[in-house]
């Protein structure tokens, strides 16, 4: 068992995202190396003092590259501190080094966070092998062992971060490979019933077409324009279609449905406003909106404190359907659209769709869903 931990942590890929350097990481090496050359200037005690002054000063840009290279980070650091310790042993002087480089305990939690398994294997090896040598080099009892302590904790911390990150990771790519397969198999329907349609139409032509011929013309006229639909959602449904689970043959809901939904809604009032002229929508985005609405009012029931309006409303032009969802409720201030499976799953099913969505608190108050799709299918 311990073999294959070992195995499976040495083939651990690097953690994904991995930001670049920001400001803050600047001003963080600004401060540790104005605490540095204050240690040794006003220090009584410190052994070798311009030396270990320019090393501790010298090493704190390495937090810079702590994210994008973290076991060269660590092998730079902690290398530095065995060669002191080293230097320690030989020329017979008591903890070279300053206190404040302790700051090189940010790059053991960065490369249990940002680096790969082997990453992580070699660099914890070079920091125990560091400790070690400084422990030789200058024992002082109970403070060697806080300053393992400190070193785990840096390493657990990164762990878990680590963990936390890729658990989200994976529940994000979970909730829009969920997304994808509902859409999927609604497409799956729509084209499960224009090829019935075909099937339909191709008997009744076969069976008229020997006592009326203009019968069998009129059902090829309509087997070309089922085709030419059928084939432009297959290609729709291949861009997204993510799995080969079965589908379950039913009416899919559209925006002529909206009214039901407002009608089960358990608020006092859902005002509905839809476009006069329905027809001729492609049914993906029929469906979509429909679906859209109905995670939308889901969220502002479940969100919107004290909401007693939801406005839903769906308005069409120029080659685009837009469609509104908005509450008058008292927003919870810790959800965004950074947050929620929910609004992943409707970002997801607009943008497979070619549309934009977007989501908020409202000026005036309460929440808002905006979402824009084409009306026109993508060939």
């Not at 920001?22 to 104005?34: E, N, P, Q």
């Not at 290279?69 to 092998?75: E, G, N, Q, S, T």
């Amino acid at each position: 068992m311990t073999t294959n931990a070992l195995s499976s942590l040495w083939a651990e890929p690097r953690a994904t995202d991995a930001p670049e350097r920001v400001s803050r990481d600047w001003v963080l090496v600004g401060v540790l190396m104005a605490a540095a050359l204050l240690e040794g200037v006003l220090r009584d005690d410190v052994a070798w003092r311009p030396f270990a002054t320019i090393v501790a000063v010298g090493l704190a840009p390495v937090v810079l590259w702590r994210r994008t290279h973290p076991l060269a980070c660590v092998l730079v650091a902690f290398g530095t501190v065995m060669a002191l310790g080293l230097a320690s042993l030989l020329g017979g002087a008591p903890s070279v080094g300053l206190d404040t480089m302790i700051y090189i305990l940010v790059l053991v939690h960065a490369l249990v966070r940002w680096g790969s398994g082997r990453e992580i294997v070699i660099g914890l090896a070079v920091v125990a092998v560091a400790a070690a040598i400084g422990t030789v080099a200058d024992y002082t009892g109970p403070a060697d062992l806080i300053g393992g302590f400190a070193i785990l904790a840096a390493a657990a911390g990164g762990a878990a971060f680590r963990y936390r990150a890729e658990s989200w990771r994976r529940a994000l790519d979970q909730s829009r490979s969920e997304e994808r397969g509902k859409l999927a198999r609604e497409l799956h329907d729509m084209v499960a019933h224009h090829v019935s349609a075909i099937a339909v139409q191709a008997q009744a032509g076969r069976a008229t077409a020997g006592q009326r011929p203009e019968a069998a013309l009129e059902a090829l006229a309509v087997i070309e324009g089922e085709a030419s639909r059928t084939l432009a959602e297959m290609r729709a449904m291949v861009r997204v279609l993510r799995d080969g689970a079965p589908a379950e043959y039913a009416p899919q809901p559209g925006v002529a449905d909206l009214g039901s939904l407002a009608r089960r809604a358990p608020v006092p009032v859902v005002d509905v406003e839809l476009p006069d002229d329905l027809a001729g929508l492609p049914p993906q985005v029929d469906a979509a909106v429909y679906r859209l609405a109905q995670e939308a009012l889901t969220n502002a029931l479940r969100h919107a404190r004290n909401a007693s309006r939801v406005e839903i409303q769906v308005v069409e032009g120029s080659g685009r359907l837009r469609l509104r969802v908005t509450d008058d409720g008292q927003t919870d201030p810790g959800r965004s659209v950074n947050h929620g499976f929910g609004l992943v799953g409707m970002t997801e099913r607009v943008q497979l769709l070619g549309g934009t969505l977007r989501a908020g608190p409202a000026p005036e108050g309460g929440w808002t869903v905006d979402a824009e799709l084409p009306t026109k299918v993508r060939r």
